[in-house]
């Protein structure tokens, strides 16, 4: 059968619409692919992860995020209700059980969705994994806050929430030069670089309103509770990881500290188009979902 496309919007009832597409076959294995940021979005290279043959594939931009309506908004917006969304798309679409594909933030997603909706799933893949526990969020805000400090010669918005406040507050200018300095830090994280020129180029209204959401999600705690300290996940989960991403490692030390854990160990970093874990996904979705 042929590979489709189909999209539109979907009201989640308190002012948000989320944009979504289907793809691949019909009456496949339906699977949800969860993307990064918070504040980030689908693209079109998403589905390099999937065979569109053997699978029914919903993609979506999680609230604020990418073509979801409204842009960047802060209101309704948490873990919680973006949790919510997911199962709200599998009743909409009329799937009984349906796959997680989860990258980076979108493996929190997974993680939580599973924990509230055990009943509904069939199996989760995470790649790249960000668990937002206490001490990874403290040891993330600290690496940030010194790279900042570098990057802005010390000045007085070298913090996640300096930024977060210049992004909320500050006049067009300020901001603008704010979510520069914020790429520029998370570039260098990530070992990649731009030069200063296409950075003031990509960096738009759209860019500083995702840098903005990113980081309400960050001086929030990414909204972890103390009922997260007890999850447990189901034994048709895999976790795929590079062990030179540092808190993602981190993620998978937290995460083997509750139960077993199948996870695959790539030289890899966090990015999960690296060709090892590019790969690693492609071959583990071929795994027999346990029905």
């Known amino acids: 059968m042929a590979a489709f496309l189909n999209k539109s919007y979907y009201p989640t009832g308190d002012g948000h619409h989320l944009y979504w597409e289907r793809h691949g076959t019909p009456g496949s294995e339906p699977i949800f692919f969860l993307h990064g940021g918070p504040g980030g979005r689908c693209t079109s290279h998403h589905l390099e992860f999937f065979d569109l043959r053997c699978f029914d594939i919903i993609v979506f931009d999680q609230r604020g995020c990418g073509r979801s309506r409204p842009l960047g908004e802060l209101r309704h917006n948490n873990t919680g209700l973006s949790v919510e969304d997911i199962d709200a798309l599998r009743r909409h679409f009329g799937f009984d059980k349906i796959s997680l594909l989860g990258v980076s933030w979108g493996s929190w997603l997974a993680i939580q969705y599973q924990q509230r909706y055990p009943e509904a799933v069939l199996k989760t893949t995470l790649v790249s994994v960000f668990v937002p526990f206490s001490a990874n969020v403290s040891a993330y805000d600290k690496t940030l806050s010194e790279r900042l400090s570098e990057i802005t010669n010390g ?18 200018v300020q901001q603008r030069q704010a979510a520069i300095h914020w790429l520029q830090t998370i570039l260098q994280l990530n070992g990649q670089s731009m030069r200063l020129c296409a950075l ?17 999600y960050h001086v929030n705690h990414y909204y972890f509770t103390r009922v997260d300290e007890s999850l447990s996940l189901d034994a048709n989960t895999l976790v795929i990881q590079g062990i030179r991403d540092t808190f993602g490692m981190s993620s998978v030390r937290w995460l083997r500290q509750h139960q077993n854990i199948r996870c695959r160990l ?25 029905r």
């Open 200 to 216: 003031e180029d990509f960096v738009n209204e759209e860019a500083v309103r995702a840098i903005r959401l990113e980081l309400h």
């Open 266 to 290: 790539l030289h890899a970093g966090h990015n999960a188009f690296d060709l090892p874990i590019l790969k690693a996904v492609q071959q583990s979705l071929k795994r027999e979902s346990d």
């Open 155 to 172: 000045s007085s918005g070298a913090s996640a929430r300096g930024i977060y406040q210049i992004l909320s507050h500050g006049c067009e």
